[in-house]
């Protein structure tokens, strides 16, 4: 199996794309495909409101678009999947968003999904595409920390506030699987899930390992 | 009132453009708002995929971000509504898209909503939208004609076939409203509502109304 | 434009039907159409439960069907819409009801529509009725005020109660968008909106707005 | 047991009373409460269209209010539920509407509920109230025979046609239980039952069914 | 009226099948069927988890299956209708679930059914079960009172732990009618209704009404 | 990675076992887990009926509760998922049923999912299922072939059914992917995905390739 991913990191923020490069390391070895994360220099520095994300999309299509010849699948590592479907047109080759990922991984790992945001103005934005895909009543609640994707790097108030968050998804809300709803939260999902005790999903990974499927089973996605 | 309501087509089809400046002439008038339509010479030929929608959607609410102080309203008149949410978070001035204003407004004229499409892949991306809105319920049916927005202007034609959506919409799928799914098809909303006999939506029309309504009544919207 | 909009409060408060006259003023004007506002002498003094609605349901549609031809648009000014759906079986004149009309406008102002109610009562007939036009998962909350219409008319403790229903819609349930469930509160519309920061429709308003466009652009609506 | 049910047929058609009347006898016996039938002598003369069933409602609360002292329990036999929530408003008996009862009794019976009405307005209207009811999911159609209420007395012409429509919801739609959506139609169950194999639920035997339960139960229903 | 209604406690704990047994006489009399309760000997103690209800679905169907010529119809008394859907292919007689006909009754008695369960893990598996009949919209809240169903025997503990149920589903959650969610609360019924003032629905008596009317009117149900 | 995924065919059918055996090779190989298929001895013969998948869930839950400590990961490969609710109440390794996996895994290769069936009866039981995990919107049809599980060996008919079934889901109900809804017709896929033009999905694969992945990952599941 010598196939390519390519992830593609829709902001320009190299940290996130270092950390989530990282956490993909679970999918790489001998018999496995080589994954690629890439930073989109024009991107917006976070993708934190819907302008942020429609400006994000005609890049990532475009992405897509120019990387046919030398990618098997593409990943758009952005929780509000900007150009997913875009790209999808312009390429026969399997594109997966990590929201849709994150949620559709979800559903196999508890019944009641609960979401963790950075930013408040995030929730009714997730709500809205959850709704588009028919998911939203399998999400009992989508609680934001308040910090921008830049603020995730400072671990400890991080890991404080998502810890927190996970807590209130868990007692507040019965939620029995979380998924981390911004691909910079893939560092804190391992302490989230073993201090809160339910399946924390980074759909970043979780994208990442549908395409590992996609490819192993060769399916057709020509639309 | 001496108002501005600024109305966008997103794409560059100036026959566009002018047949739903026309289709606006009954808001116009002494104390009135001024209702100004506007081509984005930079946007696509015509909406037909979600690669121009998602290409368009920055034009659009840049181009609200630049009129802000010279308009007091904004109708985006491209019935995938591109840009619309974005546009919202960069103004306090109210913005209507024409999807989700003909819809709402469909509401009021009838229990079973008809939508005339012009392409095929138009279909499942209205659908989606509509979902995302949560008044997907509410629509029977989404009858594509099979043509590009460019074709729109043979009037023949497009006559025709969409005489043959609204009757099949009527007949097979029980519609008792019909909304136009595409902003170019304003001309042909009152021969089909004649020959078809219940009412016909035209999207821009309906927005626009909506413009006009918010603005008579101060309506505020600073988010 | 020398169109009538004939617009019925379904209870005998005069007072109601003077506050709301006063409120579609912003509808006035030079070829504006005429709008007359009348009360129903018959009517229960307020439309406070299921019994009043129905027994307000025969006295609008009769009151729609006399004077058809003396009019050009109806609008029924009770959030309980009585006599909503006969009224539209007996002309082919448009007609209106304000809670379909509330609801559909607010849609356009926002993801989350709070309600405020009168009475506790009325909050499961709003929301079985919200069900019927497949509009309720739009609405996030109804809260009561626990007055009557005619307790409406006391300006300031209503409107104590009003700002304190709308500061709960906002802050314990995210409404960004308010509808008023009552034709009577038209009076506090704006105070609400100023304090509050979020829209606020008066569903009486959205009603002959709908009204003053469909006859702006002729839609015809014979069933 | 010597308690007593009335039940209300809202339209003035004493033929359909005197049928719903025979129907009925399975219930009584010995130890049975009593069931006796009323035409209310101002109703429509059949309940087929919304303001048949708004000009019935007021009728059929008052008949429910004046006779609280006189029966233990109260079934409201039109399809349509006229007044079926005010009246429970003005009484602590039980009171049980035949589209609720028929619907809720089909759900223990098949997946998958059809329906039959009599001219094709009705279809709208029942499915509207289904969703009031939350109920709309389990009905995969509602077919019309063309018939007025008082056409139903023909039996060799409605014969044919309730065969044929319960034969559509069968093979077309995979209906497994279906609903008369009239109380007119009592007299067909049974044919209708044996030539489709499928059960077949008269709403108004439902409806006393329920009634005569709540009595032995003494369910309280003090709202 | 000769016949037989077998009521099936698919748990092993006689208290619980004697305890029902009682709450079912209000059925018994001249002219009505047999009601024999009976209890499975190889069943779970008490079906408090998805294994206990998996575990009892197949001695359910195969006793309906192995008295089909002795009962005239069957009720399954436990509340995740263990064995319903497969007793149903083995039998043309009725087969009742009482979750299923609880909630069906429930339906006729408050717009907004509040449930009460044993244990914690029962509500998912509740709600679960109810989206599968589309039931779940109607049901605003899943109360557990944290025993199992051997200490429901316990009569002072679990009537405090019922009625503060109770209180919370109505003052919290607006409940109007109560569905107790286990076969054991059966005689906790009566002590609830007229305590919290809102009617409580035993689910085993709405399966044996149901069952006694189908009986009554020969409802046929060959699948 | 030196983990085992035990993989349980809850029928006896050996052959079925077999062909599922092969399917997923392509995860196989060096680094990848042991994936040990195992036939129920005691299983029916095929899972066509709701008796059929009930008498299994008991097989299957033990089987897994008895191979606790020699696995690290377990699919139900049945597409009635029978047991596997009740398997995750007794381990805490991650348990995938294929239905739930074949459906989650659809969501992200198209917005309209159709499913092939056995038999006709499957197509309620499947649609029921659906439901209770809220992905049911998302399917547009379920077509049966009108085969048992046994005759899926006749390599000739099946071929041709399988391609009928398929192509009608996309033409008739513009499926855009297919999930096979039985593992038995795992041998199916690559030739109905080939012919058919758009992706199909083999929900054993589905759910081994989630259980490699959770296993890859390491996610907790401790409930």
């Known amino acids: 199996m010598s196939n390519r991913i390519l992830v593609i990191n829709p902001n320009r923020n190299e940290q996130v794309t270092e950390a989530m490069d990282r956490a993909l390391d679970p999918f790489r070895g001998e018999n496995c495909p080589t994954i690629d994360c890439i930073t989109l220099r024009e991107g917006p520095l976070g993708i934190e409101s819907q302008s942020d994300a429609d400006a994000a999309a005609p890049l990532v299509y475009r992405t897509v678009y120019e990387n046919e010849s030398n990618a098997d699948a593409f990943v758009i590592a952005c929780y509000s ?46 709500f809205s595409y959850a709704k588009s895909l028919s998911l939203d009543s399998r999400i009992v609640a989508d609680v934001p920390i308040g910090l921008s994707v830049a603020e995730l790097a400072d671990e400890e108030i991080v890991t404080v506030k998502m810890l927190d968050a996970g807590y209130r998804l868990r007692r507040d809300f019965g939620a029995n699987v979380i998924v981390l709803g911004c691909a910079g939260m893939a560092r804190y999902r391992q302490a989230l899930e073993e201090k809160n005790g339910i399946p924390v999903i980074d759909p970043t990974q979780a994208a990442v390992a549908a395409a590992v499927s996609a490819l192993r089973l060769k399916i057709s996605v020509s639309r």
């Open 81 to 126: 999947d900007p150009g997913l479907r875009a790209a999808r047109e312009l390429t026969s080759k399997p594109v997966f968003g990590i929201a849709e990922a994150g949620l559709s991984t979800a559903i196999m790992m508890g019944g009641r999904i609960g979401v963790i945001s950075i930013l408040e103005n995030a929730v009714e934005r997730h």
